[in-house]
């Protein structure tokens, strides 16, 4: 154990490691681009169906069903229907990865709008602000630390499996951990899941810091 641990020491430190094509800061960079853009897309794609769906209060199945369809959805096996379908292409592992996003940003949001307490949407409505003035200016802000904390689930889930991009022969830090799966090299299959571990608890924690000094001045009944 301990061998195995310096061995992935040594793995992880070593210079020529981090040089060229296949070197873990390119990879890195990949696998950053996959993830970033697929939350995005995500984000776009959910938020507004999110904020429909908790504003009008109807299709509320649509959110509790999504939610279920997240967290039974085979990633693995969509990216490969889409691949063999699509060919030779990123755009596969980019719907599997927004088809991950979408159902955690869509409930999040949902749930931001609907735990807004009604008395203050129709003290809004009385005071004679239209549909969207409500929702934009009453509903969503109170409801932004739910759909901050949808985003951020999103994120950490879409980096966690980015690493199907490597399953279809593309880049990013699954790259490692197929790899060396291939050529049963388990220091190479450990360093690509530490180096996913890594990025994903960096990323929550600046998420997570992002999103406390957004709402830090807030009163408490409004987080």
Do not use: C
């Not at 030779?88 to 609907?114: F, H």
């Not at 197929?178 to 899941?193: E, H, M, T, W, Y």
Request: charged share 10%; hydrophobic share 55%; proline share 4%.
């Amino acid at each position: 154990m301990l061998q195995l641990l310096a061995d992935l020491a040594r793995w992880l430190t070593g210079p020529a490691q981090w040089q060229g094509s296949g070197g873990i800061a390119v990879r890195l960079l990949e696998h950053l681009e996959y993830s970033l853009l697929a939350t995005l897309a995500g984000a776009v794609l959910a938020l507004p169906l999110g904020l429909f769906i908790g504003h009008t209060r109807r299709f509320a199945f649509l959110a509790i069903n999504l939610a279920g369809f997240g967290r039974a959805l085979p990633t693995v096996g969509l990216v490969t229907l889409v691949f063999l379908a699509g060919g030779l292409s990123m755009w596969p592992v980019y719907v599997a990865l927004i088809a991950l996003a979408v159902p955690v940003i869509v409930t999040n949001t949902y749930a931001g709008m609907t735990a807004v307490d009604p008395d203050v949407t129709d003290a809004a409505r009385g005071v004679g602000m239209t549909g969207p003035q409500v929702l934009f200016k009453v509903e969503l802000p109170l409801a932004l630390p739910l759909v901050m904390t949808g985003l951020r689930l999103a994120m950490i889930q879409v980096v966690s499996t980015a690493t199907i991009a490597a399953y279809v022969s593309f880049g990013g830090l699954g790259r490692y951990i197929f790899d060396g799966l291939a050529q049963r090299d388990l220091v190479q299959v450990l360093g690509g899941a530490v180096l996913v571990a890594v990025v994903a608890v960096l990323l929550d924690l600046a998420m997570a810091g992002l999103q406390r000094s957004l709402f830090r001045n807030r009163p408490a009944d409004a987080r």
